[in-house]
């Protein structure tokens, strides 16, 4: 295991699994690769973390979910992004925003 990679902190997963959703439909495993492409590889969704989440995050009707075949042809779920979704990353994202900028301050006094 590459120590440079991290696992994506619990509070964080739901607001990257919904805005990787925003650009189309992916299926579980794509949405994992894709957080740890676009992050350079400095994060890391566990499948442990990503399903639960996947299912939590249908449940609470922000992602919707179809059954179709992957690339390499096999049978797998796809997910999307349904508009109480993208409400809810816009929450998410002005909260990650509070967050980080809270923590800018802390680290200032430093």
Do not use: C
């Amino acid at each position: 295991m590459n120590r440079a990679k991290k696992d994506v902190l619990q509070g964080t997963l739901d607001m990257l699994i919904l805005r990787v959703l925003v650009s189309g439909s992916m299926h579980g495993y794509g949405i994992g690769q894709r957080i740890e492409q676009i992050s350079g590889e400095a994060l890391r969704v566990e499948e442990g973390s990503l399903y639960p989440a996947l299912h939590r995050m249908e449940q609470e009707r922000w992602i919707r979910s179809r059954w179709g075949v992957s690339e390499n042809n096999r049978r797998a779920k796809f997910y999307e992004i349904t508009p109480q979704g993208k409400r809810q990353l816009e929450i998410e994202d002005e909260n990650w925003n509070r967050l980080t900028a809270a923590v800018r301050q802390v680290m200032r006094l430093a």
